[in-house]
């Protein structure tokens, strides 16, 4: 991290600080925050890398080829991609996926949240809270907690390899189940690694626990996926804390996605133009109830209630959602049997499909309008992270406000940390994030 | 005889950074005792891709300014091979920072040699210069010849390759 610092004339000062760049995120973009006056004057989180265009690449593609292409939107979280991607294309379709097939995708999920989680608890969050400035100076003093955190990233990862085909860009997924599915035996080998993991998530629950959160609280609604049965994945309603209960279906009147001038990556707005919240704190806080026992458990030990508002908590919570994933996926192995088919038939269809599912960073909405062959003319992906754009900026510029008083270099290791909360996927449309802080001083 | 592991890093639609992935595109085409990885764009694969092999080179590509095609090797251990500051991103764990990351957690096989390739162009879908392209197989040659080399006292050091070794 490196600091620069630029003064201004006219009738006020303006300090500037620049850090370049700003590690542990995924993806590029930068932050800038403008103090003015002993006052947060803006804080904008900006997305500076070009738009990718996957949605341009879908349209005059075949609707079968749309799992495989979305899944290159990201290396950590594919999976997502090819969940929300299935269940839009599906429902155009008409198709119920075999039980088991349902199973074995969520088993899949498991596997990308627990690799998806792990790599940010240990390798990017972690040394925010224990003062280093990477997992590498962390791994000198923590060695055992990050040997653990790379083999539980690991396990996640063989679980996508054995279920998905190979562990980044999975490629077995396909409108109406799989192409291939794995044996009982190929499940088995996962149990003993998976029920290390569940012991190790514990593990990370109880260290997480012992870090120091300031005492902030969001003002935001959270938005998440809400099931009647299950710690929400791949199925569900979306709900908010504010009430909203829809179905998938009915995202588009409900957010609205817009363009803002210092960034490359749409804004997502609620009704009333609002800023929202989805991720961790949002599926959590609207599905306590749901988690597995041992899960809740493991919260209420650290100090968690059913409710989370604190977005630096976000990281305890990941860890809480490392030990459901684990525990799900122990009970999905256990209830397997391989299905009469990997797939059901699923024939060309007209009109739009919606899906929505819960990728580690929060819900991701997919809509795809496709013609009687099966050609898609018109696809629509909202990403967790575009999401929560306005919420890291107004946590930024709520939470900065605090510690105005604080050394240049504290403001700003906090500031990146308000970032790193939301664990932002910016890769899933860009790489890279720098900080500016502009300080102006204003004379009387 | 030891077992010979050949971890390859780099995006084979990312022009020379395909670097690694030619290397293993040539020593499958003619298969010994050499079990090949493609490790993508992730390093920190390789924490656990090397786990219990005893002889492991590791092929990406580099960027020194040296001519397009030159082969640099390093031990494990030399001190050229400094981790650079950590990037933005998960791709900023980049190779010399994941075997610093060895070292500090006893995660490094017993024999570790690093091969670069130097490119100069690495732009989204461009072709791998012809010079890198020669350097991958010249590089896949000398792997092979190591492995079939079982008197070499060194696996790590059987090709001695000086700061220009292109072939």
Same mark, same amino acid.
């Given at each position: 991290m490196s600091a620069r610092t630029a003064k201004a004339g006219g009738a006020g000062r303006t300090r500037r600080i620049v850090v370049n760049p700003l590690a542990r995120i995924e993806g590029e973009a930068e932050l800038h925050l403008t103090i003015r006056g002993g006052h947060v004057a803006d804080a904008q989180l900006k997305v500076v890398e070009p738009p990718r265009l996957f949605e341009a690449i879908l349209r005059g593609r075949s609707f079968i080829e749309v799992p495989d292409i979305t899944a290159r939107i990201c290396g950590i979280c594919p999976v997502a991609y090819q969940m929300s991607a299935v269940q839009a294309l599906e429902r155009l379709c008409g198709i119920e996926v075999d039980p088991q097939v349902r199973r074995l995708r969520r088993l899949l999920y498991c596997g990308e949240w627990i690799e998806s989680h792990a790599l940010h608890v240990y390798m990017l969050h972690a040394p925010d809270f224990l003062g280093y400035e990477d997992a590498l100076r962390l791994a000198a003093d923590f060695p055992a907690e990050v040997r653990r955190g790379l083999r539980l990233k690991q396990i996640g990862n063989d679980v996508v390899r054995i279920v998905g085909g190979r562990e980044i860009h999975p490629i077995n997924v396909r409108?109406?189940?799989?192409?291939?599915?794995?044996?009982?035996?190929?499940?088995?080998?996962?149990?003993?690694?998976?029920?290390?993991?569940?012991?190790?998530?514990?593990?990370?629950?109880?260290?997480?626990?012992?870090?120091?959160?300031?005492?902030?609280?969001?003002?935001?609604?959270?938005?998440?996926?809400?099931?009647?049965?299950?710690?929400?994945?791949?199925?569900?309603?979306?709900?908010?804390?504010?009430?909203?209960?829809?179905?998938?279906?009915?995202?588009?009147?409900?957010?609205?996605? &817009?363009?803002?001038?210092?960034?490359?990556?749409?804004?997502?707005?609620?009704?009333?133009?609002?800023?929202?919240?989805?991720?961790?704190?949002?599926?959590?806080?609207?599905?306590?109830?749901?988690?597995? &026992?041992?899960?809740?458990?493991?919260?209420?030990?650290?100090?968690?209630?059913?409710?989370?508002?604190?977005?630096?908590?976000?990281?305890?919570?990941?860890?809480?959602?490392?030990?459901?994933?684990?525990d799900d996926g122990l009970r999905l192995i256990a209830e397997y049997e391989p299905p009469a088919a990997p797939a059901v038939a699923a024939p060309p269809t007209a009109g739009t499909g919606y899906g929505c599912t819960e990728a580690p960073r929060g819900i991701c909405h997919h809509r795809y309008r496709v013609d009687a062959r099966g050609t898609i003319l018109d696809a629509r992906i909202v990403p967790p992270t575009s999401q929560n754009q306005k919420g890291i900026e107004r946590d930024l510029r709520r939470f900065a406000a605090t510690i105005l008083d604080r050394p240049q270099a504290e403001l700003v290791w906090k500031c990146e940390q308000v970032v790193r909360n939301y664990d932002p996927c910016i890769s899933c449309s860009t790489h890279f994030l720098k900080v500016h802080v502009h300080r102006e001083h204003r004379r009387r | 005889m030891s077992r010979v592991v050949v971890v390859v890093v780099g995006n084979r639609l990312r022009g020379d950074d395909a670097a690694g992935p030619l290397v293993a595109d040539a020593l499958r085409a003619a298969p010994g005792r050499v079990r090949v990885i493609e490790a993508g764009t992730d390093p920190l694969r390789l924490l656990d891709a090397w786990e219990g092999d005893e002889a492991v080179f590791v092929v990406d590509a580099v960027c020194s300014g040296a001519t397009p095609g030159t082969i640099h090797t390093f031990a494990a251990d030399d001190a050229g091979l400094l981790p650079e500051p950590l990037g933005g991103s998960t791709h900023g764990f980049g190779l010399a920072t994941v075997v610093e990351l060895g070292r500090t957690l006893g995660r490094l096989p017993r024999q570790l040699t690093i091969i670069g390739i130097e490119g100069t162009r690495f732009d989204m879908g461009a072709p791998a210069h012809p010079d890198v392209q020669r350097a991958a197989i010249a590089v896949a040659a000398r792997i092979q010849a190591s492995v079939h080399a079982p008197a070499s006292p060194s696996l790590g050091r059987v090709v001695p390759v000086s700061g220009d070794g292109r072939s």
């Open positions: 409108v109406g189940g799989f192409y291939r599915v794995p044996t009982v035996a190929e499940l088995q080998r996962l149990v003993e690694p998976l029920a290390w993991a569940r012991d190790a998530a514990l593990e990370t629950v109880r260290w997480v626990a012992n870090f120091a959160f300031p005492d902030f609280e969001q003002d935001l609604p959270l938005v998440a996926l809400v099931h009647p049965d299950e710690y929400p994945m791949s199925d569900g309603r979306i709900g908010s804390t504010q009430g909203l209960d829809i179905p998938v279906s009915e995202f588009d009147t409900h957010f609205t996605e &817009e363009h803002v001038e210092h960034s490359t990556a749409l804004h997502a707005v609620g009704p009333r133009r609002e800023p929202y919240v989805v991720g961790p704190l949002a599926r959590y806080t609207l599905n306590f109830a749901r988690l597995p &026992e041992v899960a809740r458990t493991a919260a209420r030990a650290a100090g968690l209630g059913p409710e989370c508002r604190n977005p630096f908590k976000s990281i305890l919570v990941r860890a809480v959602e490392i030990v459901a994933a684990c | -």
